[in-house]
């Protein structure tokens, strides 16, 4: 039996350009199979077709006799060994913990894994196991690439230039194993190389010009058949004599012999294997029984690498778990607190001096001075009220004076007070009847810098408070019932009250985004990190199933969760001072759903591209969205209608009531706000899902070009 068999393999990238045009090639199993060729000229894309990862527009490609289908693991996954061109490795993992890794996900039994490891490590004279894959040199890395291949004894090895860069004694080394392997344990090999001279040693070696095989021949034969002495002389002679002629064939959809004949059209050399691959196909049947869909095993190697991998990359659990918890405290202490330091100008016509007011108030000891109500320097008692930690007073002398000021941004504002303000002001507590229109005239006008928003409604409302409480003193020196200048309309609260700080408002929303965006932060680094570098396709390769891949993800995600829960128990504890009135169960479990909310999103969307960059403005546009839409610095209700409809089906905006109705309201899960919340959120975690399953059942390997 044939090991490979590859017939009329015909694929484009283009559409245009075939890069496999009608290729035929068998692999004999026991044998070792040379693949040169210039470089370009579709090595890499022959051996990715062979092992599934890209797929064919026409044409059949058989291992072991069964029919390879794109992107579906063949049943006999854990009988190849492959070694991309690439390292493939995890960089964090150490040698010993890269080989484990493989012969777990193989599925190896555990002595037999030592053994190999062993041996292994030996032959390939890598001698410290304990060293990181990335503070090897290039050919150790390549050595450490070309080790995980082997280390589970595989029946086919698919190696694409596994010598480049080892010196001449370790491939020569590599190449007696091979010829060994091959004799001693029927292995089959396909090999690229760009070291000519090695190909000769291989039983049969093909050289691939323009997607077909000009020459496909025992080496001897080919040497032979050209009257040279090295493949390479052969080659060059085939080439120049036959180029022209391949473009020609190749257009013409017309190939070279394959390997079923040699290239002088005698019948091939192994035509002797038909008793070894009796052999084989039994043990393949009793092998394929111990491959199991969801391995444990498996399972505990995926889980494993990734824990070490986070383990050594603190960088990854500082950003994507600790960035939005940071985030979160910056935000306690820079949000809504009331400013300090502010300047504000006082003009005050009524006296000529602003220091006198000091002076007077200390002479007064800062009481009213009269009890008939008729009062002098009042102005002053009004600027007492305003304290420092509103803001600190500068006297100007003119109006003229302070605008200038205000203008070039020097201070926030400035009070103009008129010169008759305790005249105007007394009358307004004597006789109302007899009032007359002068007094009603504006007594303090202020000019507030407006275009800083925060900053001046934070001092029109304490300008007001200082007045408010200089009036009602001066109503109570004049024995007036100080509730006279209240309204007669009261407006009281039922949640909350009119001095809760602006803060404790936005956290709920705060830490729904904080939250979703660690779980997207997270689980787009992890599953991107593992999808770069080629280990992934490895993995998939090695037989891996995509529930395995995502339940440790998810498991992954879980825990993270769980550390990032405690984590933000324990800084809300200390710094947030309000009150929680519901269950915190409810509100634990809740911010978990959160979590894995961003989680499932990340998942997916990292399964879509494996492009860092676009992934990173990804997670950063989902959870500018969030934060824009969901309600939490601004009510929904001030959106266009059309925003509005956006805004409740995106995952921050019901959370974040739902928060708010736990955290303030006492709410449980019989409100609609609550099991609302948990119902979106389980919804958005059971499709993301769902897609993420979809999209990796559908596209399993990432590009590597
Ligand atoms: N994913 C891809 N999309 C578009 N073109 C591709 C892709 N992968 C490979 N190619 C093109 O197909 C051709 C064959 O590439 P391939 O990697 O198979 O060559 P190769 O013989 O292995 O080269 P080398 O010896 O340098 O590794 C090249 O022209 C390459 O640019």
């Known amino acids: 039996m044939n090991s490979i068999e590859v017939r009329g393999a015909t694929l484009s990238y283009d559409q245009k350009n075939p890069v496999l045009n009608g290729l035929d090639l068998t692999v004999q199993t026991g044998s070792i199979y ?10 890499t894309t022959l051996l990715s077709s062979i092992l599934g990862m890209k797929q064919l527009d026409s044409g059949t490609i058989k291992v072991l006799g069964q029919k390879v289908v794109y992107e579906k693991s063949s049943k006999f996954s854990n009988m190849i060994g492959y070694m991309p061109q690439e390292t493939a490795l995890v960089p964090e993992l ?8 493989f012969g777990n996900i193989y599925q190896m039994n555990q002595i037999l894994l030592k053994q190999r490891l062993i041996m292994i490590c030996d032959l390939l004279e890598l001698n410290d196991v304990n060293k990181q894959v990335n503070h090897l040199s290039g050919g150790g890395k390549r050595r450490v690439s070309f080790a995980a291949a082997l280390i589970h004894d595989p029946k086919i090895l698919i190696l694409d230039e596994p010598t480049v860069g080892l010196d001449s004694i370790l491939r020569e080394k590599i190449w007696t194993f091979l010829i060994d392997s091959t004799k001693s344990s029927n292995m089959s090999v396909i090999i690229t190389t760009h070291y000519i001279a090695e190909a000769e040693r291989s039983n049969y070696c093909g050289l691939m010009i323009n997607g077909v095989l000009l020459a496909d021949d025992h080496p001897k034969n080919i040497l032979a058949k050209f009257g040279v002495l090295n493949l390479e002389e052969a080659f060059l002679a085939l080439c120049l004599s036959k180029k022209s002629k391949a473009e020609g064939c190749a257009s ?28 084989i196909n039994e043990n393949i049947i009793v092998e394929l029984d111990k491959r199991k869909t969801f391995s444990g095993q498996t399972f505990r190697a995926l889980f494993k690498k990734e824990v070490i991998r986070i383990r050594r990359q603190p ?7 600790l960035f939005p918890l940071i985030k979160g405290i910056l935000f306690i202490y820079t949000m809504g607190k009331n400013p300090k330091g502010l300047s504000i100008g006082v003009v005050n016509n009524e006296i000529s001096d602003i220091n006198y007011c000091s002076e007077y108030l200390k002479s007064t000891n800062y009481e009213f001075n009269n009890s008939s109500c008729n009062f002098e320097n009042l102005s002053c008692y009004f600027l007492n009220e305003i304290r420092d930690d509103t803001a600190v007073k500068i006297g100007y002398n003119s109006f003229d004076e302070a605008y200038k000021s205000a203008k070039a941004a020097r201070i926030y504002g400035f009070l103009s007070i008129a010169s008759n303000f305790t005249e105007a002001i007394t009358k307004r507590k004597s006789d109302w009847q007899a009032l007359t229109d002068d007094v009603f005239l504006d007594q303090i006008d202020v000019y507030l810098d407006h275009e800083n928003l925060q900053i001046a409604s934070f001092l029109k409302l304490r300008l007001f408070k200082a007045f408010e ?3 009602k003193k001066l109503l109570q020196q004049c024995d007036l019932n100080e509730k006279l200048e209240d309204s007669p309309m009261s407006i009281e609260t039922f949640y909350g009250d009119f001095d809760s700080d602006y803060v404790k408002t936005l956290i709920p929303a705060l830490f729904i985004q904080a939250i979703l965006l660690s779980g997207i932060l997270f689980s787009l680094s992890s599953i991107a990190q593992s999808r770069t570098g080629g280990v992934w396709n490895r993995t998939i390769i090695a037989g891996v199933t995509v529930s395995e891949i995502i339940s440790v993800q998810f498991t992954l995600l879980f825990i993270s969760d769980i550390v990032q829960l405690i984590v933000l128990k324990i800084i809300t504890a200390t710094l947030y001072d309000g009150e929680i009135v519901g269950n915190q169960w409810i509100l634990g479990f809740f911010c978990l759903m959160v979590y894995m909310t961003g989680s499932s999103i990340g998942i997916f ?25 969901c309600g939490g610095m601004w009510p929904i209700e001030g959106q266009p209608k059309f925003l509005q409809y956006l805004s409740v089906t995106i995952p921050t905006t019901l959370p974040t009531v739902t928060v708010k109705n736990i955290i303030a309201k006492g709410f449980d899960m019989s409100h609609e706000t609550i099991y609302g919340g948990f119902a979106l959120l389980g919804a958005y975690i059971a499709t993301m899902l769902t897609l993420s399953f979809w999209s990796l059942k559908r596209t399993k390997f990432t590009e590597q070009h």
């Open 94 to 101: 150490t040698i010993k913990e890269t080989l484990n890794y």
């Open 252 to 279: 013409n959809g017309v190939h070279f012999p394959n390997s079923a004949s040699t290239f002088d059209g005698s019948n091939s050399i192994h035509a002797d294997d038909s008793s070894n691959s009796t052999k």
């Open 469 to 471: 409480k200089f009036n």
């Open 34 to 43: 040379g693949l040169i060729g210039p470089s370009g000229c579709g090595k």
């Open 605 to 629: 969307v990292s399964i879509l591209t494996n492009n860092l960059l676009i992934l990173n403005t990804a997670g950063m546009v989902i959870f500018f969205f969030g934060g824009s839409l």
């Open 315 to 321: 960088g990854e659990i500082f950003f994507t778990i």
